[in-house]
């Protein structure tokens, strides 16, 4: 151990009360930012991944009908304009779409819906609005986690059953259905077809299990009566973070709207990346604390070591070793705080996912969320030496310019 270093300790541990006090905020701080950002990043990973899983990282809907605009310059040309851009609704030819889309390397697999606005009837509820989508469960269950959402039943009852349906676990409710029970599907200008529940859904977003109603594409085509085509194509992607770059490629080169994901889910995305910044900040208030509990104590010991630091000063110590007693006492109560704080961080991170959460909002979900990652410990840590460091800087400095002339002849008096 370093003489600098054994004498920080001997000042540091001379205030034990002190140290105690700004080494518990220090670890109240790094802890709490370490378990707020962890559930705050659980919502918006849990949002993302139902998400990915109900709708797919990129959806293929409508195609472009690009228009161009005449541009006079001397001699007219054409140039293409978003602005004038039109979209007619559907995928006229799918078969020819997926296997472009199967050119993509980053493609896993893609699904054919037909989807369209619907109203549905029980023996309890009359009417009730709800969206039907037509797909081949096969392949759908390659794009969606929808087969990990089945809440009740089965999808081997629903491929058996030509008039199955799957139904969200928030309209089941609506409509007071459970297995084996039969409902209308209601389209405007057309009879209503009967189906059967054959299994219960719950994704853990609510704008999806209250709305939609799964049923075979043959099905949908003959409720809906669309003999070709379909509404939308949704694909799943090897990497999902690439979405927005694969959707743009596949727009080029299809000639077909791609929405991916961050495009659809903007809003809430944001709103989550908010609340994760603003609880960021509300938890580094007990950052500051700490390192206004760390200013408080090195200024006692400045004024409450001057002879010492006189004596260390007439042994031959220079302004530079001051500085580093000082600084290495806010450097010990750091090193301990980050430890201690990262341990409880961890600790209450795992106590917080274990806690009942009966969520029925925009998410639905049982037990708080929680998505740990390094980077949050990483970002409490610094957090804490930036803060705690600057505030010790003022005190070390000033210890560093006392004189041994100035302490005698002031000690004297």
Known sequence: MSPNLRIAFRFLTAKKRAMLMSLSCTVLGVGLFIVTQATTSGFEKFFIKAILGADGAVRIEDKLQNTLRTVSAG?????????????IEGVEEPSLVV????????????????????????????????????????????VSDLDKHIASGSLDDFRQTPTGALIGRELADRLQLSLGESFLIDVRNSPPMRFRVSAIYETGVSDIDKIRVFVHMGQARSLLRKSSGVSLIQVSLRDPARA??????????????????QRREKVWIEVFRALATSSGITVTVFTLIASLAMFN???????????????????????????????????????????????????ATWGVSK??????????????????SPWHYV???????????????????????????DIVRGAAQ
């Open 355 to 372: 806690i009942p959460l009966g969520l029925h909002g925009i998410i639905v979900t049982k037990t708080f969320p929680v998505a740990p």
């Open 75 to 87: 001699n007219d040309f054409a140039v293409r304009s978003k602005e004038a851009q039109k979209y």
């Open 244 to 261: 927005e770059v694969e959707a743009a490629q596949m727009e080029e080169t299809l000639g077909y709207a791609a929405k991916p994901w």
């Open 379 to 405: 970002a409490a840590v610094v957090t804490a030496i930036v803060m705690v460091m600057i505030a010790s800087i003022i005190p070390a400095r000033r210890a560093a310019h006392l004189e041994p002339g």
């Open 297 to 347: 104590t090195l200024a006692m010991i400045v004024l409450e070591k001057t002879k010492d630091i006189a004596i260390l000063r007439s042994m031959g110590y220079e302004r530079r070793d001051i500085t580093q007693i000082f600084l290495w006492q806010a450097g010990i109560v750091l090193a301990i705080g980050a430890v201690l704080g990262s341990a409880f961080g961890a600790l």
């Open 99 to 142: 296997a472009g889309l199967k050119q993509f390397p980053n493609v896993l697999g893609t699904s054919q819906v037909i989807r369209q606005n619907v109203l549905v009837s029980s023996a309890f509820k009359n009417h009730d609005s709800a969206q039907v989508f037509g797909i081949n469960i096969d392949e759908h269950i390659k």
